[in-house]
C-alpha cells in the first residue's frame, strides 16, 4: 500500500526489539480493524432496529463515539514501523549515505518530540476525566447514557507510548547507520528506491549461487 | 492591557448574545484596556471547553450542563424535567440561586472554573413531522433530539433520546434518524428545523439545559481591581441585554409559525399531568439518590431550586 | 509580535518540514504544537520564568486535540467506506465488474480501457479511496490490456486516472473530510459527488475512443461477446448495483425521507458485500489481512486528520484563516479569477502533496477566504459573486477541490495513484505510468473547466434534495 516500505532484520538486539514490539503494534493496528469491522455491524443493527422493528438502538451515537479512538490511533504503530505514514519523499530519495540517514534521524527526533508532548497531553486529558471516588471512575460522561469517556481517552497516551517506544528504535536505528556509516540499516524504514535496491542485490545474488 | 480569549460555537445568535454585551461593556468601562475576543468554534470544540478552561487555553467559555454530566453534577439540578420554571425570569433567578451554592463553586473549582452566569432558556418544546403526538402512547418509540434531564424524561415515558450535534439536528429530521427534536425556540430557529416540522408543542415544558458561562480563576484573579470590577458590574447588565433581546425573538415566535405553516399543539392537561407523574417524580428522586450517595447535597440543591422559583413567581 | 507573523513562520515552518520529507501528520502536529507555544510564550512577553507554563498549556492542548478530533460520530464513514472497498475485493466484485463492462462496451475503439474506466467507476461507488481503486484494478485490467497487444504505459496510466474517480463518485473519504473541516453537509457534499464522477468518467472515455481512433496502436477492440454473454457477466456485478442504491437512498430519496444517514448507508452496504465475500469463500485469514489493511489506512488517514487539526487549533489563535480572507476580498481583481488562481495553485501544490494532506493543510485558510469571496456563508444566490448561495458555494467548491485533489494523484512527481499502478506490477516503473497518465491530465483539465463553467453539472442533485 501506499508509502510503504521494507524494514530489514538480523540477529543484532536493535532488530530484536524491533521484532518483539512488531506483535504488539500488529495486535493494536487489529483491535483498529475489528472495531471497524464491529461499527458496520452497530450500524447496520441500528438501522435494521430503527427501520423495521420502531426500536432505535439507545446510546448508537455515544458507542461510536468511544469506538472512533480505537479505530482511528490504535494502530499508529504499526503504520509507523514500516514508513505508511504518508510523506515527500522527493528530496529523501535522492539523498544516500550518512546524509540520507542524518535527515531521517532528524525526522525521527522531531516526531519523537512532538509524540513525547503528545503522550503527557493526552494523559493528561485522560486523567482530568477520571477519578476513582466516583461511580465508575468517571468525571466526564457521555451525552446520552452517560458513558465514562475515560477508558476511550486512555486508549490515546497508550497508543503514543507504543508510538514512543517504536519511534526511540528509529532513532537508534538511523543513528547508529549515520555513525557507522551503513548502507542497508536494521529497523528502520527504508524508503522505496532503498528496498529495491536491496531487492535486486538479494536477487543478483542468488543468481550466483 | 489584557485581552481574554472566550470560547463559545455555532454561529453568533441570541444564546450568544450576553457574551457579546460582556465583551462590549468591559471594553467601554475599561477604555479598551481589558478586551474579549469571542471565538466561535475555533478555539475548542463545545464539549471540551471545561477542559479548555482548567488548562487555561483560554480565560472564558460558555458550556452546557448536558454535555458531560459527571464534569459538572451539581448544576444538572437546574436540568431535571418538570420543574416548573415559566419563563426566563424565573430560570435566570433559579440559575443565579443554584450557582451561588458552594457546592457547585466547589465542583467548579476543580476545573479552575468559577461560574459567572447562566445562558438562559426558555422551555425546550419539540418540533416534530407528520401527525402530532397529542398523548403519551405516541410518544413510545419516538426519536427526539434531546441532552441531559430532558432525554431522560422522554425516555421515562419510552421515547429514545439521539443527540445528534445541534448542527446536525436539521440532517437528522430530514433524514429521519429523528421524528422529533427538543430545542428552545431560538434554535429550531438558527438550526432550521422549524423548517422541516409540521408541528410544535406550545405547552408541554418539559424543562430546559443549563449553559453557564465560566472563567478561569487564575485569569479573574489576576485581572486588576478596575477590570475585575468591570467585569462584574457588567453581567447583570450583559444578562438583561440577553432577556430583551430574546424577548423579541419570542415575539416574532408566533408570525413564524404562522409563516411556515407549522401547527401549534396544546396538550391536554390531564396528558402533561402524566407525563409529569411519569417522568419528574422518579429522575428527580434517583438524581436526589445519586448526588447524596456521592456526597453532594442532592436534596438541599433541589429545595433550593424550589424555594427560588417560589419567591420569583410571588415577587413577579 | 503580532499572533498573525507567528502563524505565518510556523506555517512556513512546516512546509519547509514537508518538504524535507518529514511525515506530513507529524509536521503538521509539530508546527502546531510548536505554533501554540510560540503565541502564548508571545502573550506572556517571552518572561522566561512563565516559558515552562506556556509550554505546559500548549502541551495540554496540543495533547486533548487527538481524542477530541477523532471521537465525532461523523468521522466513522472513513473506516467504514475504505473497508468496502477492501471487502469487495475479497467478494471478487471487482473481476465480475471488469468482466461486465469488458462484454458489454470492449467493441469500442480503445475498448479493454474504455471498459476499464467504467470499471473502475463502478467501484468507486463502492470504494471511498482513490489509491486502493488503483491497487485492485492494476491486478485485474493491465493483464488483459497487454494480452490484447496494449501499449504497456498506456495501460498502466488507465488504470491510475480511472482510480482517482473512487473520490468523486460516492462514498468517498475525502468528501467527507472536506464536509468536516469546512462544515457542511455530508450527504449533500456526497450526492453533489455523483454527477461530476460520471461526467468524468465520460470524458476518460471519449478521450481514450479518440486516442484509438487517431493512432490506431493503443489497442485493438474486443468484439464477439454475444448478447447472451453479456447478460450472463450482469448478475454477478449486481451486488455492487444494490449497494450503490441503497447508500444513496441514505443520502437522498427521491421517493419520500432518506432512509438514514450516509454512515449507516455505508455500514449497509458494506455488511451486504461481506455477506458476498463470506459466500464467495472469504474466511478469518483473508478477513483478518482485509481488517489490517483497512485498519492500516484509516490510522493514516486519520493521523493527518488529527496532526493538521493541531496545527488547525493554532491557526485560530493566530487568526491566520480571518486575515488570509480580508486579503484575498481586497483583492483587486475579478472573483471568478482569484477562484482560477486557488485552483492553479492546488495543480502546483498537488504536484508535490498528497490530496489529503493538501486539503487539511490549506482549507481551515483557503475555505473562508472562497466563501467570503462570493459574499459570505449566509450569501443569497441573487447577491453572491459566483451567482449560487452560500451552501451551494461550499458544494461547488467542495467538488471542485477535491477534484484538483485527485489530479495530484496522478500528477508527477508525487502522484500516488502511479506510485501505487508501478508498485503492483513488477513490469512497471514509476516512470511507464507517469508517461502513460500524461493524456488524462488533458482530461481532467478538460473536466475541471467545465465544472467551473457549468456549476449546474454540480449542484444541479444537491438543489433537488435540499
Ligand atoms: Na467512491
Ligand atoms: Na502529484
Given at each position: 500500500m501506499a508509502g510503504s516500505a521494507a524494514v530489514l532484520e538480523d540477529s543484532s538486539l536493535l532488530s530484536r526489539l524491533d521484532r518483539m514490539l512488531l506483535p504488539i503494534e500488529r495486535f493494536g493496528a487489529l483491535l483498529s480493524g475489528l472495531a471497524i469491522f464491529s461499527l458496520m455491524f452497530l450500524a447496520a443493527y441500528s438501522v435494521t432496529a430503527r427501520k423495521f422493528f420502531g426500536s432505535p438502538l439507545l446510546g448508537y451515537v455515544d458507542y461510536i463515539e468511544a469506538a472512533m479512538p480505537i479505530i482511528a490511533i490504535m494502530g499508529i504503530s504499526y503504520v509507523a514501523r514500516d514508513g505508511t505514514h504518508i510523506r515527500m519523499d522527493m528530496l529523501v530519495n535522492a539523498l544516500s549515505g550518512r546524509i540520507l540517514w542524518l535527515f531521517e534521524l532528524i525526522s525521527v527526533l522531531l516526531m519523537l518530540l512532538l509524540i513525547v508532548g503528545l503522550t503527557y497531553g493526552a494523559w493528561e486529558h485522560f486523567d482530568r476525566s477520571f477519578?476513582?471516588?466516583?461511580p465508575w471512575c468517571s468525571r466526564d460522561s457521555s451525552i446520552d447514557i452517560s458513558l465514562p469517556i475515560w477508558p476511550s481517552k486512555l486508549v490515546v497516551p497508550i497508543a503514543f507510548g507504543i508510538l514512543t517506544l517504536r519511534l526511540l528504535l528509529q532513532a537508534w536505528g538511523f543513528g547508529r547507520a549515520l555513525v557507522l556509516g551503513l548502507e542497508n540499516p536494521v529497523a528502520v524504514p527504508l524508503s522505496l528506491t532503498v528496498a529495491e535496491q536491496v531487492m535486486a542485490e538479494a536477487k543478483i545474488l542468488e543468481g550466483a549461487d | 492591557a489584557t485581552e481574554w480569549n472566550v470560547s463559545v460555537w455555532g454561529k453568533r445568535r441570541a444564546f450568544t448574545e450576553h457574551v457579546e454585551k460582556l465583551a462590549e461593556l468591559v471594553s467601554e468601562k475599561t477604555n479598551g484596556e481589558f478586551t474579549m475576543n469571542v471565538s466561535y468554534g475555533g478555539l475548542s470544540k463545545n464539549r471540551e471547553n471545561l477542559d479548555g478552561i482548567s488548562i487555561g487555553a483560554f480565560e472564558m467559555a460558555q458550556f452546557c450542563a448536558g454535555y458531560h454530566r459527571d464534569k459538572n453534577r451539581v448544576v444538572t439540578v437546574l436540568e431535571l424535567p418538570f420543574l416548573g420554571v415559566e419563563n426566563l425570569e424565573q430560570e435566570l433567578a433559579v440559575s443565579k440561586a443554584v450557582y451561588a451554592h458552594p457546592a457547585a463553586a466547589e465542583e467548579m473549582e476543580q476545573w479552575n472554573a468559577k461560574l459567572l452566569m447562566t445562558s438562559p432558556m426558555p422551555q425546550y418544546n419539540i418540533v416534530g413531522t407528520g401527525d402530532p403526538r397529542k398523548t403519551l402512547a405516541e410518544f413510545e418509540g419516538m426519536r427526539v433530539r434531546a441532552t441531559g434531564g430532558i432525554g431522560e424524561a422522554f425516555s421515562a415515558v419510552g421515547a429514545v433520546p439521539t443527540s445528534v450535534t445541534a448542527t446536525e439536528a436539521f440532517q437528522a429530521m430530514e433524514s429521519g434518524v429523528v421524528d422529533t427534536v427538543a430545542f428552545a425556540q431560538h434554535a429550531h430557529l438558527s438550526f432550521g428545523t422549524i423548517n422541516e416540522a409540521d408541528w410544535w408543542t406550545?405547552?408541554?415544558?418539559p424543562g430546559t439545559v443549563n449553559c453557564p458561562v465560566v472563567v478561569n480563576i487564575d485569569a479573574y484573579e489576576s485581572l486588576s481591581d478596575a477590570e475585575r470590577e468591570a467585569l462584574d458590574s457588567s453581567v447583570d447588565e450583559a444578562l438583561a441585554h440577553y432577556l430583551s433581546n430574546y424577548a423579541e425573538l419570542l415575539k416574532r415566535w408566533d408570525a413564524v409559525l404562522e409563516e411556515k405553516g407549522v401547527e401549534k399543539v396544546e396538550l391536554a392537561p390531564e396528558v402533561i399531568a402524566e407525563f409529569r407523574e411519569k417522568a419528574a417524580d422518579p429522575i428527580r428522586a434517583k438524581w436526589i439518590a445519586d448526588m447524596e450517595s456521592q456526597g453532594i447535597p442532592g436534596q438541599e440543591l433541589y429545595d433550593l431550586v424550589v424555594k427560588t422559583l417560589a419567591e420569583a413567581k410571588s415577587g413577579g | 509580535m503580532e499572533p498573525i507573523e507567528i502563524g505565518i513562520y510556523v506555517s512556513a515552518g512546516m512546509l519547509v518540514m514537508v518538504l524535507l520529507g518529514m511525515r506530513v501528520a507529524f509536521a503538521a502536529g509539530l508546527a502546531g504544537y510548536v505554533g501554540l507555544v510560540w503565541l502564548r510564550w508571545n502573550g506572556f512577553d517571552y518572561d522566561p520564568e512563565r516559558f515552562w507554563k506556556a509550554v505546559e498549556i500548549s502541551t495540554k492542548i496540543a495533547g486533548l486535540t487527538p481524542h477530541s478530533k477523532v471521537s465525532a460520530q461523523v468521522l466513522s464513514l472513513i473506516p467504514v467506506f475504505i473497508m468496502i472497498g477492501y471487502l469487495a475485493y475479497h467478494a471478487k466484485l471487482t473481476t465480475a465488474l471488469f468482466e461486465a463492462c469488458k462484454r458489454w462496451v470492449a467493441w469500442v475503439p480503445g475498448g479493454l480501457a474504455v471498459s476499464t474506466v467504467f470499471a473502475t467507476a463502478g467501484f468507486a461507488a463502492v470504494s471511498g479511496a482513490s489509491v486502493a481503486t488503483a491497487a485492485v484494478f492494476a491486478r485485474i485490467a493491465i493483464p488483459e490490456m497487454l494480452k490484447v497487444g496494449y501499449n504497456k504505459q498506456f495501460a498502466a496510466g488507465v488504470v491510475a486516472a480511472g482510480g482517482t474517480l473512487a473520490s468523486l463518485i460516492p462514498p468517498s473519504a475525502i468528501l467527507v473530510i472536506y464536509a468536516i473541516i469546512v462544515e457542511q453537509d455530508v450527504g449533500m457534499l456526497l450526492l453533489a459527488g455523483f454527477i461530476p464522477g460520471v461526467f468524468s468518467a465520460i470524458v476518460y472515455a471519449a478521450l481514450i475512443i479518440g486516442i484509438a481512433v487517431i493512432w490506431k496502436n493503443v489497442g485493438p477492440p474486443v468484439t464477439g461477446f454475444t448478447w447472451k454473454e453479456r447478460f450472463e457477466s450482469l448478475p454477478p456485478a449486481l451486488p455492487i448495483v444494490a449497494v450503490v442504491v441503497i447508500i444513496i437512498f441514505f443520502v437522498y430519496n427521491p421517493f419520500g425521507d432518506a432512509w438514514g444517514t450516509p454512515t449507516e448507508g455505508g455500514a449497509v452496504g458494506a455488511f451486504i458485500i461481506f455477506l458476498m465475500a463470506l459466500y464467495r469463500g472469504m474466511r478469518w485469514p483473508k478477513l483478518k489481512e482485509a481488517l489490517l489493511e483497512t485498519a492500516k489506512l484509516t490510522v493514516m488517514i486519520f493521523t493527518i486528520i488529527w496532526g493538521v487539526l493541531i496545527y488547525v487549533r493554532f491557526l485560530g489563535f493566530a487568526e491566520l484563516p480571518d486575515a488570509f480572507s480580508e486579503w484575498i476580498t481586497s483583492l483587486d481583481l475579478a472573483p471568478i479569477t482569484i477562484l482560477i488562481c486557488i485552483l492553479l495553485a492546488y495543480a502546483v501544490l498537488g504536484m508535490f502533496m498528497d490530496a489529503i494532506g493538501m486539503l487539511l493543510l490549506t482549507l481551515p485558510v483557503v475555505y473562508p477566504a472562497v466563501m467570503a469571496l462570493n459574499g459570505?456563508?449566509?450569501?443569497a444566490a441573487a447577491d453572491a459573486a459566483f451567482g449560487m448561495s452560500g451552501q451551494m458555494c461550499a458544494i461547488w467548491f467542495g467538488i471542485l477541490v477535491v477534484k484538483m485533489a485527485e489530479f495530484c494523484l496522478i500528477t508527477p512527481p508525487i502522484g500516488l495513484n502511479c506510485f501505487v499502478v508501478a508498485g503492483v506490477?513488477?513490469?512497471?516503473?514509476v516512470q511507464d505510468v507517469f508517461k502513460g497518465v500524461m493524456p488524462f491530465f488533458v482530461a481532467d483539465a478538460v473536466t475541471i473547466g467545465l465544472l467551473v463553467a457549468f456549476p449546474a453539472i454540480v449542484l444541479w442533485l444537491p438543489s433537488l434534495a435540499s
Open positions: 477519578d476513582c471516588a466516583r | 406550545a405547552n408541554l415544558n | 459570505g456563508e449566509t450569501v506490477r513488477d513490469d512497471l516503473t
